[in-house]
């Protein structure tokens, strides 16, 4: 039966959250293999407004479980918090299940975050300052605590006393800053473990068990393509991958398990934090984006960096993700232009890319080279079928699924759960 995946095509903040609700009840488990609370997913239900950034968006559809599988690293405080306001919000949030070996984020993760982020000055990445980078750090370099560690106090207090050793000669001795006591993160972890006790098992038998019961499996993924650690445009990239391996290894089910992949991409671009953007806008027509589109961060409230719909970037993704479907969303945001450009190659010191450039310098320097279509004048949110589109809305969205290696299955006309144009069924 299927398991599939959404992730992001382009720089996050395409609309993942808003897709997975468009699946709604069909799916039986939805998954989120990485990242942490770096995401922001916005989910609009009605009046109901969501924003989430551990839990899957799935979890606000009654019946299906939620599982926070080993690829993610979790802050428990956050965790609390998200559970209890939706809680408090009438969502039942009593199916979640958590890896026993998903890695947690601490106090002195998010300590680092910060003052390493400062430390970089000019160079700085623009995290989200959640302590994700250093938590994914520590478990390559296998120093990370586990879910699992909160349950063996002993345990527990090594690692956590093991890992403080250095950082919190980094912390005094390189930053100026406080140390850390490791009694206090312990107390701090443990106090978590009621919370915890009946989420934690094996996610990755549970979904094994349920893809043998022929129940529907869908992947959340955090972040997005050109964010992967190995995909994306490093160093400028979160910690984690957001691609359809990820899926992965970040939840144990094997590679073929993977039926669907669909591609969520913005019918323009956008960027939070620091990292080239070829297709980037300085004059009125990024403000227009920005404006129009609402671009500002669900995390941090940071104004998003607004650009064209980059074609290279989309065949990239459609690529590396094996894209099936693509979920084209805000194509609302883009009516009242006159003309739309879209870029089609990269000019990189007076040579054509179609792709994107192997040197990571060479993208720093691509030079978007443009199409442009016709834009509209109509508003498109109350369009529900193709054929309810204008014209040229219509020849825009044909001209894309053309440049960009797979077929759009869905366009988001506006926020809301009806606000959407279907074109093949996404599971089926
Ligand atoms: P995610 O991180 O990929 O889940 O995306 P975010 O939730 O951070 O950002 C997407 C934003 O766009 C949210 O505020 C959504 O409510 C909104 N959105 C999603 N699809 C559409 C659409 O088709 N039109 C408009 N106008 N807004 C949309
Ligand atoms: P969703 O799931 C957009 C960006 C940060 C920064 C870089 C590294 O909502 O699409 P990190 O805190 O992860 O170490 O920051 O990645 N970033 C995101 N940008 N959407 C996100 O998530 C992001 N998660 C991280 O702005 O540039
Ligand atoms: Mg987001």
């Known amino acids: 039966m299927p398991a599939v995946l959404i992730t992001g095509a382009q720089w996050g903040d395409e609309g993942k959250g808003r897709a997975t609700d468009l699946l709604g009840s069909r799916v039986d488990y939805v998954v989120k293999f990485n990242g942490g609370n770096n995401a922001g997913h916005t989910v609009v239900v009605g009046e109901e407004k969501y924003a989430l950034h551990l839990l899957p968006s799935g979890i606000l559809t009654p019946g299906v479980t939620p599982v926070i599988s080993n690829g993610v690293v979790v802050d428990l405080e956050v965790l609390k918090g998200e559970l209890e306001a939706l809680g408090g919000r009438g969502v039942d949030v009593s199916r979640l299940k958590v890896s026993a070996n998903a890695h947690v984020i601490t106090a002195y993760h998010r300590t680092l975050d910060k003052v390493t982020e400062r430390f970089l000055g000019k160079r700085q990445i623009g995290t989200t300052g959640r302590g994700i980078g250093p938590a994914y750090a520590d478990k390559i370099n296998r120093v990370g605590i586990r879910i699992q560690d909160i349950f063996d106090e002993g345990i527990l207090r090594q690692k956590v006393e093991a890992a403080l050793e250095f950082k919190n000669q980094v912390l005094v001795k390189i930053y100026n800053r406080r140390a850390i006591s490791a009694d206090e993160v312990v107390e701090d972890l443990l106090s978590y473990r009621e919370m915890l006790a009946p989420m934690v098992c094996d996610t990755g038998l549970l979904l094994h068990n349920a893809m043998e019961d022929n129940k529907t499996v869908l992947f959340e993924a955090g972040q997005a393509t050109m964010l ?17 391996g990820g899926a992965s290894t970040g939840s144990g089910l094997p590679p073929h398990a ?91 010191n007076g040579v054509r890319h179609e792709e994107m450039p192997v040197n990571q310098s060479d993208y720093h320097h691509a030079v978007p080279i443009y199409e442009e279509f016709p834009g509209w004048t109509e508003d498109i949110t109350g369009a529900r079928k193709f054929e309810d589109l204008p014209q040229n809305a219509q020849d825009y969205i044909v001209a894309l699924e053309k440049m960009s290696g797979s077929r759009i299955s869905a366009v988001g006309v506006g926020p809301e759960r009806e606000q959407v144009v279907v074109l093949h069924d996404l599971l089926d």
């Open 228 to 244: 992967d650690i190995d995909h994306g445009t490093y160093p400028f990239v979160t910690s984690s991958n957001a691609t359809a």
């Open 258 to 348: 993977l039926t669907r992949v669909i591609s969520v991409i913005k019918a323009y671009t956008t960027r939070v934090g620091a990292g080239p953007f070829p297709t980037e806008l300085f004059d009125e027509s990024g403000d227009f984006l920005r404006k129009q589109g609402f671009e500002f961060g669900t995390t941090t409230g940071r104004p998003r960096r607004c650009g064209w719909y980059d074609a290279p970037m989309a065949r990239f993704s459609a690529r590396i993700n094996g894209v099936t479907d693509f979920v084209l969303t805000k194509l609302d945001v883009l009516s009242g232009l006159e003309t739309i450009p879209v870029c089609v190659a990269y000019d990189v």
